[in-house]
Structure formats: C-alpha cells, structure tokens
C-alpha cells in the first residue's frame, strides 16, 4: 500500500516531489510536496466537512488565490515561499476547489430536475 501511495499520489497530484519543498517524516520525505500535501487535506477536510457547512461559491474561489498568488510570485521572482506557508495556501485551494466543485455539481443536478420536470410536465 505504501508504495502504491508514494507512485501514485504524486501522479495524481501532478506533484514534483522536490525533496527541500516536501516535509519529512523520520527521516523519510512525505510523498507529495508541501504546498500538494496541503492540497490533499483541504480536499479531505471539506469533503468530511461540507454536508455540515461551506462557504458560499464567491468565498470558494477567493479561496484558490492565495495558493495562486504564492505560486507565481515564487515563480516569477526570486521569492521563495516556505513549507508551512505552501502548506497553507494547498490546504485553502484544496478546501475551495472541492466546495466549488460539490457546490457546482449541485447547481447542476437542481438544473436538471427543473428541466426535466418542465419536459415532463
């Protein structure tokens, strides 16, 4: 299972496993970076969260720009963000995108009984 775990997250991810950007654990690196390690919990956390609360679609996406911001102007400077603040910004992106996604998907299905009720009716 490990080793499933340590091939496959990171593909999933699109994770580049840098060892000085990922936290470590005994000695042994985590199998996704910091900022992905993030990510992986903001999904989980609003996925165990979200039938209970969530914010609203414009707070979801406002979510996603810290991550963002951080991102490219690490990227295109000399800055160079920390681990515990790659963390951070992964876990709001990871919590935002799945509540836009589940509230989208929700949107979506409402759409669609309400098509179909005026088809059938």
Known sequence: MKAWIYRWLPILFGCHCRDDRSFHWKGRRFPLCARCTGELFGLIFGAAT???FHPGA???ALLL???IVDGAVQAATAYESTN???FVTGALFG???LCLFLLSSIAVFRLGLAVGAQWKG
Do not use: D, N, Q, V
Request: net charge positive.
């Open 50 to 52: 979200f039938a209970f």
């Open 84 to 86: 515990p603040r790659r």
């Open 65 to 67: 720009l810290p991550m």
């Open 58 to 60: 414009p707070l979801s």
């Open 95 to 97: 919590y935002g995108i």
